[in-house]
């Protein structure tokens, strides 16, 4: 999403939370063996658990955004200006969007691929640390960016934790959705956005 003078398209970024939901619900279906493949899905766990620590988990991100945002030049932290466009869009966009995005990346990264990767390295610890790695790397406009890049797989890390130690993925799903609820709304109040530069042609983002 360059600054180019192209708009990114809202239903591309609805469009990609469906495909990644599906890939990570195919995934489980795939690797399920005598398990149903939606089991992931109906284990709610405690209520209180979930709602309370995915909320402290959000808060932890929520209060390291607006440490990075506050403390290092918007340079090593600005995107492609995809967070931006995020805080354009209207309240309700914005809510169904990052609640469509929280339970279709953490299907795909937490319960598929985590599950894959614990099962595989026979270690909690490595399984949630390459799932981490892999979401964050997943982000494709974070790859020349290493605060970024290191902000998304330290989340990945608390929401890996989230997921396995309630044993249910709404923990992250909420944690994630609320991060990025509240970010984003804060951004739309111009609150934590890096400052743009007017564009000169030739120049930097």
Not at 22 to 49: C, E, F, K, Y
Not at 67 to 75: F, N
Not at 102 to 117: H, M, N, V, Y
Request: aromatic fraction near 16%; include cysteine.
């Amino acid at each position: 999403m360059e600054h180019d003078g192209r708009r990114p398209s809202l239903w591309m970024f609805y469009l990609s939370a469906v495909y990644f939901g599906i890939l990570g619900l195919i995934i489980l279906w795939l690797s399920g063996g005598n398990d149903a493949w939606w089991s992931v899905l109906v284990a709610m766990g405690h209520p209180w658990q979930v709602l309370g620590l995915g909320a402290v988990l959000a808060l932890i991100v929520v209060g390291m955004q607006i440490a990075v945002a506050t403390c290092l030049p918007d340079r090593l932290w600005a995107d492609d200006g995809t967070n931006a466009f995020f805080s354009q869009l209207s309240y309700l966009h914005i809510f169904l969007l990052m609640a469509l995005t929280a339970l279709a990346e953490e299907i795909f990264f937490r319960a598929a691929i985590q599950s894959l990767l614990v099962e595989w390295l026979h270690s909690i610890a490595a399984g949630i640390a390459v799932a981490a790695a892999v979401f964050a790397v997943a982000h494709v406009r974070y790859l020349t960016k290493p605060v970024l890049l290191a902000g998304a797989w330290g989340i990945g890390l608390l929401m890996g934790w989230g997921y396995w130690f309630t044993g249910s993925i709404w923990t992250s799903v909420w944690a994630h959705f609320l991060f990025n609820f509240i970010m984003t709304v804060l951004g739309k109040k111009g609150w934590f956005l890096p400052r743009r530069e007017p564009q000169t042609a030739g120049g930097e983002d």
